[in-house]
């Protein structure tokens, strides 16, 4: 079945980078993602990775995947306040007998100390 | 960039009723559109998968005949919550797919007292 694994919670201190890891069970999975989601709002697509790329950078967003541990991780570089927020990693089935749907992790919620 | 939006943003009904909530793609056209619902502090859970001119997929223990979706046009698909219950109160979000994006929805808050 599908699943997608993320540690609840994580503090850094601003100016540091922060890793956010996550792990997924669907090996056939065609598209992974990182979505931002804001207090009592919707979730922003912060970037996706295809299957089988190793790594995509975008400006201060690192995402690196590592396919045979079925593992996926954003970086943050220099963290800031405005990057508080939860975090979800989710990973896009491919289409079969049915639609091909997003399944969402448990989402870390990222915090940000002086 | 594509912008999904979502109607209304909140609302509170009484035990009993129903509630509708439109999810609109802007400026794109979307064959496929997703629910989910989301309780607080925890993640999404997809509802359903609605296309359009077809009846909506459901999932696994998610009640076709209380969550009524209908995906009437390429850019609109609505949510029906027939008969609420407090128990429905929750934060509802969509999604439509572009290509290989998907894009979601401010959300909309569901109060039902």
């Known amino acids: 079945g599908e699943d997608v694994e993320q540690s609840l919670f994580l503090s850094v201190r601003e100016g540091d980078s922060s890793v956010i890891n996550c792990t997924y069970t669907?090996?056939?999975?065609?598209?992974l993602y990182w979505y931002k989601q804001e207090p009592g709002a919707g979730l922003q697509l912060l970037t996706y990775i295809f299957s089988n790329m190793d790594m995509k950078q975008d400006q201060r967003l690192t995402v690196l995947l590592n396919k045979k541990d079925k593992h996926l991780s954003l970086r943050i570089a220099d963290t800031q306040t405005g990057d508080s927020a939860i975090y979800f990693c989710a990973e896009r089935t491919p289409s079969g007998s049915s639609a091909s749907k997003i399944i969402f992790g448990s989402g870390t919620r990222l915090s940000i100390r002086p | 960039g594509a912008v999904v939006s979502q109607h209304p943003s909140w609302v509170i009904c009484k035990s009993g009723t129903s509630v509708k909530i439109e999810c609109r793609s802007l400026d794109f056209q979307a064959t496929t559109m997703f629910w989910y619902r989301q309780f607080p502090k925890q993640s999404l859970m997809l509802m359903a998968t609605s296309n359009e001119g077809s009846k909506a997929t459901y999932e696994q223990g998610v009640e076709k005949d209380k969550f009524l979706i209908n995906h009437a046009s390429l850019t609109l698909s609505t949510l029906t919550v027939t008969s609420a219950h407090p128990e429905d109160s929750s934060f509802y979000i969509c999604s439509a797919t572009l290509e290989y994006e998907q894009y979601f929805g401010p959300g909309t808050r569901l109060t039902v007292t």
């Open positions: 669907d090996s056939s999975s065609t598209y």
